[in-house]
């Protein structure tokens, strides 16, 4: 999915993760608190080392002084002991909300894409989703565990400095502060380009994803066509493009960091000059500079860290955008709010078509189906034949509701599929594809995909009736037996029988094969058509196939071409009506 980069990003974008922070307040109300009490530790410093350097170094009496220096060092080693607990239990915090938060999106994103209708997937890359769910949230646990609670620590921490220092030396760090004012203006020019490319960085690094997810989901065809080299080559501009963008943002920021420190150092030199003229006049303590000193090294590294958090709060803000774009995506296809009652579960379910005229977003100039009428009583075994690209599977997307028609309606039962919510419609529909999908799991589980409670004997009892248990009992181990991704393990008729077993588990009132024999030798093909006989019987089933020989026995044969329905009947009355289906039927049954 090619996204437009978005110039008015920043760290606000990061405001989409409170929703996420919420459940966590008292989590995050204690983290906030080890930070404070960390960070006032660390100024806590430089005033036991004025202490120690105006109070324990004055005595004259060696043994006076040596008992001084003892307690002013056991004050800073309290000090170190008191940073050392805070800043332990603040790590602790702040990580675990890091990873709770992180997995949090991660979920709601994943939960959020699976809702979306097939039209999201026709402009939106797999391989984009992956990206967004790992990198983008990965960067996202960067900050909050780890960058975010860095900069609030050191913010604190510099503004104490910066206070401390305005109340000890009023005159000296008003002129700082007016030198710090307009570091401002040209960081936030950096500032504003560096977003700006992190977006496009995280983008292009989203786009080679979504290529290598592509290629190797069809590794086979890849290296049939031996292409191997091609898709490397492809794949290595990609990555290269988004590395050029990369060293563009990097180099930037680097840009930005360097700036703010000399700035800021500079700034704060002069102040510490300035320091060292009034030690030398007399106007302040030793202990005084010293405690100055520190202060400015305190204020120096804080606005170090802050620009670096800065630039990580840039590319998280990218990031968080781009999981938000995600979780605002609203799939054209929702439940009624106020469904209508439940269906009854009963063994077959009448289907009427009324009108439907419908074409694809993708292709909004070019009807999909027109005019579209079919009544399918409840029982019945309805055929869908017609050339490829007639609109038969299409007949499939619009009853289970993966798109809306633009006229017309489709009733299930007597009731507008549009009323019912999109659980109960599809709970009872079972369909068998042409390309079945085979997870990366056991056989067990892959069959009891069709019904999750449903028991060990169940499965088996599908497994035998897609004739499918014979070839499951005879993998290493079982129905055990891990499948590979995709079913890499299986043959495509072992695949299908698989599905078929899926769906008869299921056991629905509604039946949808969608040439689900296409991928059976000879014999196989006899032995899952009589299972598919047994589990049709007293169901209703609308069945798509090529090969006219399978749906010979059908109750009624629908014809369709090019979205219209032209012919329906049987077999023997197609056959004598000489039209579309003769033609087909006499180009396969004569050869």
Same mark, same amino acid.
């Given at each position: 999915?090619?996204?437009?980069?978005?110039?008015?990003?920043?760290?606000?974008?990061?405001?989409?993760?409170?929703?996420?922070?919420?459940?966590?307040?008292?989590?995050?109300?204690?983290?906030? +608190?080890?930070?404070?009490?960390?960070?006032?530790?660390?100024?806590?410093?430089?005033?036991?080392?004025?202490?120690?350097?105006?109070?324990?170094? #004055?005595?004259?009496?060696?043994?006076?002084?040596?008992?001084?220096?003892?307690?002013?060092?056991?004050?800073?080693?309290?000090?170190?002991?008191?940073?050392?607990?805070?800043?332990?239990?603040?790590?602790?915090?702040?990580?675990?909300?890091?990873?709770?938060?992180?997995? &949090?999106?991660?979920?709601?994103?994943?939960?959020?894409?699976?809702?979306?209708?097939?039209?999201?997937?026709?402009?939106?890359?797999?391989?984009?989703? !992956?990206?967004?769910?790992?990198?983008?949230?990965? !960067?996202?646990?960067?900050?909050?565990?780890?960058?975010?609670?860095?900069?609030?620590?050191?913010?604190?921490?510099?503004?104490?400095?910066?206070?401390?220092?305005?109340?000890?030396?009023?005159?000296?760090?008003?002129?700082?502060?007016?030198?710090?004012?307009?570091?401002?203006?040209?960081?936030?020019?950096?500032?504003?380009?560096?977003?700006?490319?992190?977006?496009?960085?995280?983008?292009?690094?989203?786009?080679?994803?979504?290529?290598?997810?592509?290629?190797?989901?069809?590794?086979?065809?890849?290296?049939?066509?031996?292409?191997?080299?091609?898709?490397?080559?492809?794949?290595?501009?990609?990555?290269?493009?988004?590395?050029?963008?990369?060293?563009?943002?990097?180099?930037?920021?680097?840009?930005?960091?360097?700036?703010?420190?000399?700035?800021?150092?500079?700034?704060?030199?002069?102040?510490?000059?300035?320091?060292?003229?009034?030690?030398?006049?007399?106007?302040?303590?030793?202990?005084?500079?010293?405690?100055?000193?520190?202060?400015?090294?305190?204020?120096?590294?804080?606005?170090?860290? /802050?620009?670096?958090?800065?630039?990580?709060? /840039?590319?998280?803000?990218?990031? *968080?955008?781009?999981?938000?774009?995600?979780?605002?995506?609203?799939?054209?296809?929702?439940?009624?709010?106020?469904?209508?009652?439940?269906?009854?579960?009963?063994?077959?379910?009448?289907?009427?078509?009324?009108?439907?005229?419908?074409?694809?977003?993708?292709?909004?100039?070019?009807?999909?189906?027109?005019?579209?009428?079919?009544?399918?009583?409840?029982?019945?075994?309805?055929?869908?034949?017609?050339?490829?690209?007639?609109?038969?599977?299409?007949?499939?997307?619009?009853?289970?509701?993966?798109?809306?028609?633009?006229?017309?309606?489709? =009733?299930?039962?007597? #009731?507008?599929?549009?009323?019912?919510?999109?659980?109960?419609?599809?709970?009872?529909?079972?369909?068998?594809?042409?390309?079945?999908?085979?997870?990366?799991?056991?056989?067990?589980?892959?069959?009891?995909?069709?019904?999750?409670?449903?028991?060990?004997?169940?499965?088996?009892?599908?497994?035998?009736?897609?004739?499918?248990?014979?070839?499951?009992?005879?993998?290493?181990?079982?129905?055990?037996?891990?499948?590979?991704?995709?079913?890499?393990?299986?043959?495509?008729?072992?695949?299908?029988?698989?599905?078929?077993?899926?769906?008869?588990?299921?056991?629905?009132? !509604? =039946?949808? =094969?969608?040439?689900? *024999?296409?991928?059976? &030798?000879?014999?196989?093909?006899?032995?899952?058509?009589?299972? /598919?006989?047994?589990?049709?019987?007293?169901?209703?089933?609308? +069945?798509?196939?090529?090969?006219?020989?399978?749906?010979?026995?059908?109750?009624?044969? #629908? +014809?369709? &071409?090019?979205?219209?329905?032209?012919?329906?009947?049987?077999?023997?009355?197609?056959?004598?009506?000489?039209?579309?289906?003769?033609?087909?039927?006499?180009?396969?049954?004569?050869?």
């Amino acid at each position: 999915m090619t996204e437009t980069v978005s110039p008015a990003s920043s760290p606000t974008s990061l405001s989409g993760l409170l929703p996420f922070l919420r459940p966590y307040r008292l989590r995050i109300g204690l983290a906030l +608190v080890f930070l404070i009490l960390a960070a006032a530790s660390t100024l806590a410093f430089p005033w036991a080392l004025r202490s120690l350097i105006d109070s324990g170094l #004055v005595q004259t009496d060696p043994g006076e002084r040596m008992m001084a220096m003892r307690d002013h060092f056991a004050l800073l080693f309290g000090v170190a002991v008191a940073l050392g607990v805070f800043s332990a239990a603040r790590f602790y915090m702040v990580s675990w909300l890091g990873e709770r938060i992180s997995a &949090d999106l991660r979920n709601a994103v994943y939960s959020h894409v699976l809702q979306q209708s097939p039209e999201f997937f026709e402009t939106t890359q797999t391989g984009e989703v !992956l990206s967004r769910l790992s990198a983008d949230t990965t !960067l996202v646990q960067t900050v909050v565990g780890s960058s975010l609670s860095q900069g609030l620590r050191n913010l604190v921490m510099g503004l104490g400095a910066l206070g401390i220092l305005v109340w000890t030396n009023p005159l000296v760090m008003a002129q700082v502060l007016l030198m710090l004012a307009l570091i401002v203006v040209p960081a936030a020019a950096f500032g504003r380009r560096v977003r700006k490319l992190s977006r496009d960085s995280q983008d292009r690094a989203a786009d080679s994803s979504a290529m290598a997810a592509e290629v190797l989901n069809a590794i086979p065809v890849v290296q049939s066509y031996t292409a191997e080299g091609r898709e490397t080559r492809r794949f290595t501009q990609a990555t290269e493009t988004a590395f050029e963008v990369a060293v563009r943002r990097t180099r930037t920021r680097s840009g930005l960091v360097a700036f703010i420190i000399v700035a800021t150092s500079a700034a704060l030199l002069w102040g510490l000059y300035q320091g060292t003229q009034a030690v030398l006049a007399g106007r302040i303590s030793a202990g005084h500079l010293g405690q100055t000193v520190v202060y400015v090294i305190i204020l120096a590294s804080a606005f170090a860290v /802050l620009s670096e958090v800065y630039g990580d709060l /840039l590319r998280a803000a990218g990031a *968080t955008e781009r999981l938000m774009e995600l979780l605002a995506s609203q799939s054209p296809i929702t439940s009624p709010s106020n469904p209508a009652v439940a269906l009854i579960y009963k063994e077959g379910s009448a289907i009427t078509f009324e009108n439907i005229t419908f074409h694809y977003p993708s292709r909004p100039n070019q009807a999909a189906l027109r005019g579209f009428s079919l009544h399918v009583s409840a029982g019945q075994t309805v055929a869908l034949v017609g050339p490829s690209g007639a609109g038969k599977s299409t007949v499939f997307q619009l009853l289970l509701r993966f798109y809306d028609t633009q006229e017309g309606r489709i =009733l299930l039962d007597g #009731v507008a599929t549009r009323e019912l919510s999109l659980q109960d419609l599809r709970q009872h529909i079972g369909i068998v594809p042409q390309d079945a999908v085979v997870f990366s799991t056991s056989a067990l589980e892959n069959i009891r995909y069709g019904r999750p409670d449903a028991t060990d004997t169940e499965v088996k009892a599908a497994a035998v009736a897609a004739f499918a248990d014979g070839f499951i009992t005879k993998l290493p181990q079982g129905y055990d037996t891990f499948l590979g991704e995709r079913g890499v393990r299986l043959s495509g008729g072992q695949r299908q029988r698989i599905a078929i077993a899926r769906a008869i588990l299921k056991n629905p009132p !509604l =039946l949808l =094969l969608d040439e689900a *024999t296409s991928a059976l &030798d000879a014999e196989s093909e006899r032995m899952v058509q009589a299972a /598919l006989e047994s589990a049709m019987r007293g169901r209703t089933t609308l +069945v798509i196939a090529h090969r006219l020989a399978t749906v010979q026995k059908a109750d009624r044969i #629908v +014809v369709i &071409d090019a979205g219209q329905l032209v012919e329906q009947g049987t077999h023997n009355e197609l056959v004598a009506l000489g039209g579309v289906y003769a033609g087909l039927a006499a180009l396969q049954f004569h050869a």
